[in-house]
């Protein structure tokens, strides 16, 4: 046998694993490309290939009308809020951080506020909340909303019960067996439970936590970090 006859066999083995690994390589770039989705855009032009954050950006509810909304339909931003009314750090927020909000971005008409329940810190979270909404049925849900902050009752120690939440209605001068009839109604309570559960899906753990654009903000955070989180997002708009 020659030397050129011996080197054949290598030869051709080594051209035969040369084009197994072309191939493999080919069918991997394939894989690589057809599996590769575009990054979602979000409406405020950000752009992410996070699920979550995509999500996010798919919050705003926009609807006229909306009882749980503060601010134009149309505005640039939505802030969107998961409160549990027996929370202290909530109550601080809408009682000093929310009002120099208003104040600056919605009654400019930057911005709109919309509220989420996220009522997970026990029973009296749920009657707070189905009675907000109930309120928000004869469009007291932001009155209802100041009052139960104004005066809040300590966490679970009884004091919330539907005959506290009817008596404030009253207060509030609503119609007390419309709103009776409201606060029974399941689909207020569903409706909260979905809030909580969207929140959730979301990232939120605790509250309060907001959602701006595809950012998730947790606690009743400095004025200034609000303000630095809605004029990004305002700018992005543009």
Do not use: K
Not at 191 to 208: E, N
């Amino acid at each position: 046998m020659t030397d050129t006859e011996e080197r054949r066999p290598t030869r051709t083995r080594l051209l035969v694993g040369a084009g197994i690994v072309l191939v493999v390589l080919v069918a991997l770039a394939i894989v690589a490309v057809t599996g590769r989705s575009p990054a979602p855009t979000g409406a405020t032009g950000t752009t992410s290939a996070d699920p979550v954050a995509q999500a996010r950006l798919d919050v705003p509810r926009r609807q006229a009308g909306d009882p749980l909304a503060l601010g134009r339909v149309d505005a640039p931003v939505v802030l969107a809020e998961w409160g549990d009314f027996q929370c202290p750090f909530c109550r601080l927020y809408a009682t000093s951080t929310e009002p120099a909000l208003m104040r600056q971005y919605v009654d400019s008409g930057q911005v709109r506020i919309e509220w989420h329940d996220f009522a997970y810190l026990g029973p009296e979270s749920v009657l707070e909340a189905r009675a907000a909404r109930a309120a928000g049925r004869q469009g007291q849900f932001w009155p209802f909303h100041a009052a139960l902050y104004a005066d809040q009752a300590p966490e679970n120690r009884g004091e919330v019960t539907e005959a506290s939440l009817t008596a404030l209605a009253e207060r509030l001068g609503l119609d007390v067996p419309r709103f009776q009839a409201d606060f029974a109604d399941p689909q207020i309570a569903s409706d909260v439970a979905a809030d909580q559960q969207l929140g959730s899906r979301l990232g939120v753990g605790g509250v309060p936590s907001f959602v701006i654009g595809d950012q998730l903000i947790f606690g009743a955070q400095p004025l200034s970090t609000f303000q630095q989180a809605l004029d990004a997002a305002l700018a992005r708009s543009r």
